[in-house]
């Protein structure tokens, strides 16, 4: 199906994320489709949205993408180069409104798993990288939104191990295990659909679907009940400038898509 | 203070604060010569056992000539505390590690680390203890502060927490939840710098990652410098120094010391190299391949540079990005 369309499921993900970042806020970016959705932002609806990488980056000009949240272009022509330790204080003084991460699993409250996957901790069936910032950018960031493929093995009843706190057991759960009030997943982005948390039960919620998928693709692929309301949104395609920007200027090297 | 729950991972080495006053008192203020080779640092300071740490992350400023030396004397059941990544991947891939204090082991837009998969899947890493990024580098910031532990809002609620060795208690001034960091004290810390002095003075360029924090967190301290300079261009811009000599045990001039990784503002990484060794990697035989070639058939990190050609080098070094 996908592959008839001028694009790719990489370059949509990319293009939706991108659109979910509006101008003027800071937003914490991890390594891989938030760089380059932050760089599109930039260069579409975002002049200034102000990135920040955790190894000390802030306000970097995403001309070309970086490869790695430590190098030099996370911070070219910034407005700061520190370190670990003020980036991750400066969330969690307040000051950084979104979040991007990604995981193998998550569950219907948006808890994420990057750790381990199977029953046990240790010795794991699989061993996953580990929180890496992650753990950090979902306790600090007021909205933090999820980039995922999304198949019933990633979205699933349970994680087998939280990794990052979406809303944990529900309503009231993390201000109960003591992580900053108003705080919590805001969307999450997959190659079918855009999705949300319902504001008072915090449980998954569909709120539109891509281009040529269904609301039953996104059910069948989904390894729990969602939310369906009763009107569910359509996310335009990418546009002709949108695509024309990711594979001339963002990513010409075909680097991620 | 309360503890209202306790995460049931080891803390590997209960930080001893006095004993580390104690251990500061006796290290000399003196200004003396402190250059010296990786052979000879890994040996006079790495020893089977230690509880090591390397600082900055993915490919970016990492201490490969001080990794591929400590393959290259075979320094085993080493203690870890990781960021870092591509030297970490190496150590093991190598087999040399025992236990783990993890964040983040993985090659970012290359993937998983086979390296981590086999050592910890397979049990040779015997324990393996959760933190996030913020958690491991507030530990080195609790043992440079010279308290047990600092409290933080991080890793709460989650397995992450349940797998540390961190605590949450019920704070006594405001009476909200926090989580208790433990300070972490290395034995031997390895951090790659643009330049230093004899003596151990360093300066980084571009960000600092937690040079900072865990440069004042290590008994033992080996920086491996891409220039070493004249002690009067340190007094000449002091604000540029964060590492101050009296911390320092050893310095060694690596040029291209981060490679394959990169160096800001000086060489660009090598992503050929990057792909060999990931590729390599996948297989016990890619590994002892690429260690025969790189490491163990070569006696030092000049000679590795030859290996690894001279043109790519300056092809690399032509390649940074500016400002």
């Known amino acids: ?257 | 203070m309360r503890v209202i729950e306790s995460g049931v991972g080891e803390l590997i080495q209960p930080p001893d604060l006095d004993g580390f006053r104690e251990w500061n008192r006796q290290k000399s203020r003196a200004l003396v010569d402190k250059l010296m080779t990786e052979q000879e640092a890994v040996s006079r300071f790495v020893y089977d056992g230690c509880y090591l740490g390397t600082e900055l992350y993915g490919t970016v400023r990492c201490p490969m000539s001080l990794v591929h030396e400590i393959i290259r004397q075979g320094k085993k059941d080493l203690r870890l505390a990781g960021q870092g990544v591509t030297e970490l991947d190496m150590l093991l891939a190598a087999g040399l590690v025992k236990t783990l204090d993890i964040t983040y082991i993985g090659l970012e837009v290359y993937g998983t680390s086979r390296g981590l998969r086999k050592a910890v899947e397979s049990g040779q890493v015997e324990k393996v203890v959760e933190w996030s990024n913020g958690g491991i580098t507030w530990r080195f910031k609790a043992a440079s502060m010279g308290v047990p532990f600092i409290p933080v809002r991080a890793m709460l609620g989650t397995d992450t927490f349940k797998y540390s060795a961190a605590k949450v208690v019920e704070c006594p001034f405001t009476g909200i939840k926090v989580c208790l960091i433990p300070a972490l004290i290395l034995d031997v810390g390895l951090i790659h710098v643009h330049r230093a002095d004899r003596y151990g003075n360093a300066q980084i360029e571009g960000i600092s990652g937690f040079a900072f924090e865990m440069s004042r967190a290590c008994k033992r301290l080996i920086i491996s410098a891409e220039e070493i300079v004249d002690t009067e261009e340190i007094r000449r811009y002091p604000d540029r120094t964060i590492i101050p000599y009296y911390l320092v045990d050893a310095v060694v001039h690596a040029p291209f010391g981060s490679h394959p990784g990169e160096m800001v503002y000086l060489y660009e990484r090598d992503e050929e190299q990057l792909r060999e060794w990931y590729e390599c990697s996948q297989t016990d035989e890619g590994i002892q391949a690429y260690l025969n070639k790189y490491v163990y058939s070569v006696p030092d990190h000049n000679a590795y540079l030859d290996v690894v050609g001279r043109e790519r080098l300056a092809a690399l070094k032509a390649a940074a990005e500016g400002r």
Request: aromatic residues 8%; glycine residues 12%.
């Open chain 1, 1 to 257: 199906m996908m592959s008839e369309l001028p694009y790719n499921p990489t370059e949509l993900l990319i293009c939706i994320a991108a659109r979910q970042m509006p101008d003027g806020v800071t937003a914490f970016i991890g390594t891989g489709i938030p760089m380059l959705a932050a760089s599109l932002a930039q260069r579409m609806h975002a002049p200034n949205l102000v990135p920040v990488f955790e190894f000390g980056g802030t306000g970097a000009q995403l001309k070309k993408l970086p490869r790695a949240v430590g190098e030099s272009r996370t911070f070219y022509r910034g407005v700061c180069a520190s370190g670990i330790c003020d980036i991750m204080e400066t969330a969690a003084r307040g000051f950084v409104d979104y979040g991007f991460l990604g995981g193998a699993q998550i569950d219907p409250y948006g808890n994420l798993n990057s750790t381990v996957i199977g029953p046990q901790h240790h010795p794991p069936k699989v061993r996953l990288p580990g929180s890496g910032g992650a753990n950090d950018v979902g306790s600090f960031c007021w909205k933090t939104i999820i980039i995922m493929r999304q198949d019933t093995r990633r979205f699933v009843p349970r994680v087998d191990f939280v990794t990052t706190a979406g809303y944990l057991s529900g309503p009231g759960a993390r201000e109960e295990a003591g992580l900053p009030p108003g705080t919590g997943p805001y969307r999450v982005v997959t190659n079918l659909a855009l999705l949300g948390f319902d504001e008072e039960t915090k449980w998954m919620k569909l709120l539109a679907t891509n281009p040529g998928v269904t609301v039953d693709d996104v059910i069948a692929n989904t390894g729990f009940e969602l939310i369906i309301p009763a009107e569910v949104g359509q996310n335009e395609p990418p546009s002709a400038e949108e695509l024309r920007l990711l594979r001339e200027e963002i990513d010409p090297e075909r680097f991620y898509i």
